[in-house]
């Protein structure tokens, strides 16, 4: 491809919104545009990219057997309705009505489209298991959409569904899945960890993310230093050993606490070390008021709250509906002599605590020398805080340490939420009617695309792997003015496309200055230069990565370029 046919606009600065490598170099490098907040058009560059992640994705998809396939990116209110997220799946869901009034979205993920597909059309355990998948555009209403192609509203998704007659048979689905994701991401060549995560609105239960180890990630792996435990913070259960302090208990006291309302300002005032302080939060679970109780030094975790519970939903209460209830605001709340009607739900840690401080459910006011089971009833002790380093691995082996992460990919086993809501059944060996279980699976397309480039860059631009790059040969011609290095250029040029090669020639009448800072921006593997020797036919080979270069003669070139390529 000649470079004065493609639209590839580069930029020399920054874009000021532009906070991590990957957007940085996407717009810069002429691969994406953005066109409104958290979408963007994929340029010519960026769609050779993205196709060759998704052929990858393909080659592994049919390895184990999954059908592609294309459905509606705008689905039928009725279809969500029945499986009651509708109203569940939140703000994130686009909708809208056609000229009829009849109510749409804009698909987020397919789980109830391809349910009501299977409902209908397969009817017999015989016509299972089966597995199917689509490469689409998905559509998230996101609050705050932010990093480029990391956290769009609007964005190419690999969503993948399979569909069975046992849960024996859903776990080899899974498994098969499960390392056909872990091929794709190593073709990738991604530095990535499988995580045990939490299947938030999917449902169901037995799940995974794959991580792309980045320090600008938005997600927390906690991992073993020992061992190849890994998983999502908001999952990782907490097996510490605590010990309870066997001073006296001493007699309950109410302090005043002026202005003071974080847990670290109460504990300076009262001059003790966070975990002799109590942290009572209040929460909506699915509309039912629940306090939660945590030692100072620990965050509630409501993943593990919202699992507690088994609920819907799980969000912090408003400080108008905590004074609502309790008669005090933020950071004077605590269990002594809570309302009747609240379930009061505890740490573990809480049940060892020994002469601590909690709020006074009065603005203002602390209790000191607090003490459980004395001074405040525990409905629950449960595992309800976030795993922090240095505790112990929950598979026993070594401590934990804390890594950031891309999420680039989920799988999911859903079980059988959706097909019994739909009433999706087939007819088992007696004949009788048996709900289908189920899996899903998705990859964020292009959200790897954007992982690859936070991890393939330099200083000057992104050096792609050459299976990934939008074209294995950058040819530079420095003087198209000049008949030698012109007449050269052109040659090797029909040379390399008669070979197979993928090359783009920059024919351009620029500066030798910009066509090697846009070669570096670009960042296509190998690079071949038509300069002052061009009358001798010995061009200039450089390798991208590592920056080794090497004079060629033009007779040669194909020679060496296969071994590199």
């Known amino acids: 491809m000649r470079q004065s046919n493609m639209l590839i606009p580069t930029l020399k600065e920054i874009p000021a919104d532009a906070e991590i490598k990957s ?23 960026g769609k050779r990219v993205l196709r060759k992640v998704e052929a990858i994705i393909r080659e592994e998809m049919d390895n184990i057997g999954a059908n592609e396939m ?27 009505n056609d000229r009829h009034d009849r109510e749409f979205a804009l698909g987020a993920t397919h789980e109830e489209v391809i349910t009501s597909i299977i409902r209908d059309e397969i009817k ?51 498994q098969k899945m499960y390392q056909a994701y872990e091929n794709i991401f190593r073709r990738c060549g991604l530095d990535f960890r499988p995580v045990i995560a939490d299947s938030g609105a999917m449902g169901g239960k037995d799940t995974h993310e794959f991580m792309v180890l980045s320090e600008v990630g938005e997600d927390t792996i906690a991992y073993s230093d020992s061992s190849d435990y890994a998983a999502n913070i908001e999952m990782a259960p907490v097996h510490a050993s605590y010990q ?17 309302k974080t847990m670290q300002e109460v504990a300076d005032f009262l001059g003790h070390p966070l975990e002799k302080g109590l942290k009572a939060l209040l929460f909506k679970v699915d509309e039912k008021l629940v306090l939660v109780v945590t030692r100072g030094d620990h965050e509630v975790n409501d993943i593990k709250l919202k699992n507690l519970y088994q609920a819907e939903t799980v969000e912090l209460a408003s400080e108008e509906e905590t004074k609502a209830a309790f008669g005090a605001g933020f950071g004077s709340l605590g269990p002594i002599d809570q309302p009747e009607d609240i379930d009061v739900v505890a740490d573990n840690a809480v049940k060892y605590a020994v002469n601590v401080s909690c709020g006074a459910n009065k603005d203002g006011y602390h ?17 309800l805080r976030f795993i922090q380093e240095g505790d ?46 189920m899996g899903c699976y998705g990859i964020g397309v292009s959200r790897t695309l954007a992982a690859i480039v936070e991890q393939y860059h330099d200083d000057r631009g992104i050096t792609w792997p050459a299976h990934l790059a939008p074209f294995h040969v950058h040819l530079l011609a420095m003087n198209m003015k000049k008949p030698e290095q012109k007449q050269l250029a052109e040659k090797i040029y029909d040379s390399l496309k008669a070979a197979g090669v993928e090359v783009l020639f920059d024919d351009r009448a620029e500066r030798a200055g910009v066509k090697f800072a846009d070669s570096d921006l670009i960042g296509i593997p190998l690079r ?38």
């Open 392 to 437: 112990s691995s929950p598979d026993g082996k070594g401590t934990i340490q804390f890594a950031r992460g891309i999420e680039v990919g989920h799988v999911f086993k859903l079980g059988s939420i959706y097909a019994e809501r739909m009433g999706a059944t087939v007819l088992d060996e007696q004949g009788k009617a048996k709900t289908v279980v």
């Open 70 to 96: 294309i459905m509606p990116a705008m689905q039928p209110a009725e279809l969500w309705k029945e499986t009651g997220r509708w109203n569940n799946f939140g703000p994130e869901l686009m909708r809208l």
């Open 528 to 565: 071949i230069t038509v300069g002052k020797r061009a009358d001798e036919g010995i061009v200039e080979l450089k390798q991208r990565d590592t920056g080794e270069q090497s004079e060629v003669h033009e007779a040669e070139l194909l020679g060496k370029l296969n071994n590199l390529v």
């Open 244 to 260: 309870k302090d066997q001073a006296d208990l001493k007699e309950l006291q109410e302090v005043a606490t002026p202005g003071k």
């Open 23 to 45: 957007h940085q170099l996407l717009v810069r490098g002429g691969f994406i545009r953005q066109t409104a907040s958290g979408v963007y058009s994929f340029l010519p560059l």
């Open 124 to 174: 017999s355990y015989k016509r299972l298991p089966l597995s199917v998948y689509q490469i689409q555009t998905k559509f998230r209403d996101e609050k705050r959409p932010r990093f480029g192609l990391m956290r769009g509203r609007e964005f190419v998704m690999k969503d993948a569904y399979s569909f069975h007659d046992s849960y024996d048979s859903l776990d080899q689905g899974y």
């Open 367 to 383: 209790f000191i020398n607090v003490n459980p089971e004395r001074d405040f009833i525990v409905n629950t002790y449960a595992d």
